[in-house]
């Protein structure tokens, strides 16, 4: 009896679990059994994984007057509760029974964690509470609460934990079913809706309706507040349309969304150059952009398979909710429809486009048949159409039958190529078969035919004229040459006579005739009227008075060619002993005739005056004192002139019979100079360098030469180094006798000179006037002046040998300089010169004081000469450091700036000095110059063109002696 009586407990029980199936009525149920069977309160606890709380509603009392309270247990809190939540078994505390409540059999790991968890981080009783909810083996529901149980019910309660459990988890079953249910109930209403859209999109032909179409099912039938469409343009994504709530705006060429697709970081671009939907936060967009927007954005591209056509962004505006992850599959259904949609209506529209197109070509291409130069037949089978030129050169009508074609056009219908008489013209004819088509194309060939033959007649004159020339131009001498031509002309025309005239610098000559002419050619001729027109002439029929020439010679047409080629002319006399016929082509090639006498002739002649210039210029090299050699890069003579047999006794052909290197003939000890000056030739193209050393002659005498070579390796008319040896002998020779008769003539002066200057001194001694005292200045700085120039000519005749001295010793040049200057003093009162002079203490320098007396009267001497009456000369001497400064100032015409630099030349003088008439052997500067650098100082000079000029000396102190 007590085991049916527990039975039937345990199936109110179940009965009352199994009542429901929601989680709260079970709840409920349960608590309404236990109180009625006795149990004074009892409270079922359920664990909320998402909080982690044990939710538990309580009931008191018995039968239909029990009481119900709610109350939630945090799990991590510690108290009898949570305690027997993780317990293995029921748990008794005092009068109350707690019940675990355990969906399944597992491994109650949680009831002792340290001796049971095996993962890690490993749980304990202490961490339990927040380590155990994330394990997968974790698997208690919640707590069974009963108090004041009867002593009955004890035994069954480990059951009545397991009945609840069981309770629970049918009621977690059914919520995923019905949870299953309403998501499949959505899913079929979603797909309706995308099969509907597809249906509506299918039958839109036009972008803009399928973009149209889409934006509103997204805002209609999905619930979006906002719907905003872009399709890509290019490199860019641009704005199409937006649905805002129920309005639509057209956006198209008028949006602020212009995006380039390659870098643009808005979502929309990122979208479509991703591939893939974004669902973003509107705390992430831009704050321009995410105002009016809702929580979350989606952005989703639109694709044709992987073509991007465009992007959909859509929201559920403010106060929305956000967009889901199953609203973002339904926009990436629909925009698939779309974008297979778009493609459609791209190749729909670009289709009736290409229709279009495809007709108005058609028109056109019928229009430019009709045009066209070429006839063209297009026979479809056996029938066909030809356009105009065609139908002109056929005979047809625009209707072509194959019956039609004439039978000689067959090869060409088969795909040959021919060419046919047709209607009085040439045509070539070349067909083709494309499938059942068959295409004629006739091209007119009448000019081209013509203008070939013409050609080919042309070319075959030509290549006569061309022969004419080779043979003439084998012959030697004018008379030959002109033989040559007149028979080889005379056989190309068929002329019975003829006859070649030139003239060149005013005197006729007749080249050639094919009969015996008198000496003065019978006037009129028509030679002399074709020169005078310049142009040939063609007379078919001669009449009486026409030509005494072709009358003497009995011929009744004539061909006259004329020919000019600078100075020189002539003409070309062909004649017929019948009457001729001559046609505008021969005519016309008279005029190649001339061209072609006129370099012939002037070829010719230019060779005779070529050979005679040759010969010439070979008696001039044989019969010159200079000889000239052509030497390559290593030296060896590859030409050298025939007057090496006169000057050095050496054989001219020599060379050509073994190589000869030039330096073996030149003197053993003079060879590195010579090789010197090949270096120096090579290293500067073009450039003309100098130099001497001695040669030997044939017989072994060392005879001194001047050479001159310039570099023509790169000269295609020389290609060698080019070097001119002039025999130095005579030049030494006049060198010698010019120095001895200087020498002498200096000492004849200076004898003389030096009486008159002694005798003026002791002149300028005696007591005189005022003016024979000035007579006597003059006398003297005259005579000093004359001493100057002997003295230049002596000195330039020094230096030239080689025997020119500067005696330097410790001298005070001051009193020397103002004894020079008193000396001018007369002068530049005669000269009406104004004479300054500044010259202070100098000290003691190491010098010549005679050649530095002469160097400062040398300058002195100019400037008196240069500056006018009413002019100034400053003459200053002072100490600079660790030299003397000498300077002569003066205010004459002044020295050309292109004329400094070769000043201190021998025999240089300014030109404006040779204009005025002013005196002077240009050697006074030479030697100045060469004073002043055997003292180890230098000469300068500051000038101006009509300013005056400067001359400035610097002498050092102490100055090494020259070695030797």
């Known amino acids: 009896m007590r085991l049916v009586g527990q039975l039937e407990v345990l199936g109110r029980f179940q009965r009352a679990l199994l009542k429901d199936l929601e989680p709260v009525q079970i709840l409920r149920n349960l608590l309404e ?411 007119d060939i009448t000019e081209r035919t013509r203008v070939e033959r013409a050609l080919r007649d042309q070319v075959a004159f030509t290549q006569a004229l061309v022969d004419v020339a080779q043979t003439a131009l084998r012959q030697r001498g004018l008379a030959a040459l002109g033989e040559a031509l007149v028979k080889r002309l005379q056989a190309l025309f068929g002329a019975d006579e003829g006859l070649l005239l030139a003239e060149g610098g005013g005197v006729g000559q007749m080249l050639y005739g094919t009969c015996p002419l008198p000496q003065e050619l019978p006037q009129p001729n028509l030679l002399g009227k074709a020169l005078r027109e310049g142009s040939p002439l063609g007379v078919e029929a001669l009449g009486p008075g026409d030509c005494a020439l072709a009358e003497a010679l009995g011929l009744r047409s004539v061909l006259v060619t004329p020919f000019r080629a600078g100075d020189f002319q002539g003409g070309l006399f062909l004649g017929y002993r019948k009457e001729r016929r001559f046609s505008e082509r021969l005519l016309s090639r008279l005029s190649q005739v001339g061209t072609l006498l006129a370099l012939v002739l002037e070829k010719a002649r230019f060779l005779e005056l070529l050979e005679a210039e040759e010969d010439r210029l070979k008696a001039l090299m044989e019969n010159s004192q200079d000889v000239v050699y052509v030497l390559d890069r290593e030296g060896i003579i590859r030409f050298v002139s025939a007057s090496v047999r006169a000057v050095l006794g050496y054989d001219p052909e020599g060379y050509k019979r073994a190589p000869v290197q030039g330096l073996e003939s030149v003197y053993p000890e003079d060879r590195p100079l010579a090789a010197a000056l090949l270096q120096e030739l090579l290293a500067h193209p073009g450039q003309v360098r100098t130099g001497e050393f001695r040669v030997l002659h044939a017989d072994g005498t060392a005879i001194p030469m001047e050479a001159w070579g310039r570099n023509l390796l790169d000269e295609p008319r020389v290609r060698g180094v080019v070097v001119n040896l002039r025999d130095l002998r005579p030049r030494l020779e006049a060198e010698r006798l010019k120095g001895e008769f200087i020498a002498a003539v200096s000492h004849e002066l200076r004898t003389p000179l030096a009486v008159i200057m002694g005798l003026a001194e002791l002149l300028r001694e005696e007591p005189l006037s005022e003016s024979a005292s000035e007579s006597v200045e003059l006398i003297l700085e005259s005579t000093f002046r004359l001493k100057t120039m002997v003295d230049n000519l002596l000195d330039t005749s020094r230096l030239e040998a080689g025997r020119f001295e500067v005696v330097r010793r410790p001298v005070d040049l001051r009193p020397s300089f103002l004894e020079l200057a008193r000396s001018f003093q007369g002068v530049a009162r005669f000269s009406g010169v104004d004479f300054r002079v500044e010259v202070g203490e100098l000290p003691v320098i190491e010098a010549d004081p005679d050649r530095v007396v002469q160097v400062l009267g040398n300058l002195l001497s100019n400037a008196f000469k240069f500056t006018p009456p009413g002019g100034a000369v400053r003459f200053a001497a002072r100490r600079e450091g660790e030299a003397v400064l000498l300077e002569v100032e003066d205010t004459g015409p002044g020295i050309p700036q292109e004329e400094l630099p070769g000043l201190f030349q021998r025999y240089a003088r300014a030109k404006n000095a040779r204009a005025r008439g002013v005196s002077g052997t240009g050697l006074g500067l030479f030697i100045s110059k060469h004073i002043v650098e055997a003292h180890g100082g230098r000469i300068e000079v500051e000038s101006e063109e009509g300013r005056g000029s400067l001359f400035r000396v610097i002498l050092p102190l102490y100055a090494p002696h020259p070695s030797g």
């Open 33 to 443: 059994v236990a109180t009625e069977e006795g149990v004074e309160r009892a409270a079922l606890f359920l664990y909320r994984r998402e909080t982690r709380e044990l939710m538990g509603e309580v009931a008191s009392g018995r039968g239909r007057h029990y009481t119900v309270s709610a109350i939630a247990l945090p799990l991590y809190s510690k108290g009898p509760v949570q305690e027997a939540f993780f317990a293995e078994g029921p748990v008794k505390r005092e009068e109350e029974w707690l019940l675990p409540v355990v969906g399944e059999e597992g491994p109650y790991c949680w009831a002792d964690p340290e001796a049971r968890c095996r993962l890690r981080p490993r749980a304990t009783r202490e961490t339990r509470a927040l380590v155990c909810p994330s394990c997968p083996h974790f698997a208690p529901k919640g707590v069974l609460s009963l108090e004041g149980v009867p002593q009955a019910l004890k035994p069954l309660l480990p059951l009545l934990a397991q009945l609840t459990a069981l309770a629970l988890k049918n009621g977690e079953l059914l919520s995923e079913r019905n949870g299953a249910l309403a998501r499949l109930s959505r899913h079929v209403e979603a797909l309706s809706h995308v099969s509907a859209l597809a249906r509506e999109v299918a039958k839109a032909l036009e972008p803009s309706a399928v973009v149209e179409t889409l934006a509103r099912a997204l805002a209609q039938r999905f619930g979006f507040y906002r719907v905003t469409v872009a399709l890509v343009k290019g490199d860019r994504l641009e704005g199409h349309l937006t649905v805002k709530g129920s309005a639509l705006f057209w956006t198209e060429g008028r949006s602020r969304i212009r995006l380039a697709l390659a870098s643009s970081p808005d979502p929309l671009a990122r979208a479509v150059r991703e591939r893939r939907a974004l669902v973003l936060g509107r705390g992430v967009l831009p704050p321009a952009v995410a105002q009016d927007l809702g929580p979350s954005v989606a952005f989703v591209p639109i694709l044709a398979e992987v073509e991007p056509l465009g992007a959909v962004a859509v929201d559920h505006g403010p106060g929305g909710r956000a967009v889901s992850e199953e609203e973002v599959r339904y926009v990436e259904l629909l925009t698939g429809v779309a974008g297979v949609a778009l493609k459609n209506a791209q190749l729909y529209r670009e289709r009736t486009q290409l229709s279009l197109a495809l007709a108005a070509e058609r028109r056109r291409l019928s229009e430019v048949l009709e045009e066209l130069p070429d006839g063209v037949v297009v026979l479809f089978g056996d029938r066909g159409f030809a356009n105009g030129r065609a139908r002109g050169a056929l005979g047809l009508g625009a209707e072509v039958g194959l019956e039609d074609l004439p039978g000689a056009l067959g090869p060409a219908l088969e795909g040959g190529r021919l060419e046919a008489s047709l209607g009085g013209a040439t045509y070539s004819v070349r067909g083709r078969q494309v499938g059942e088509m068959r295409v004629l194309v006739l091209h």
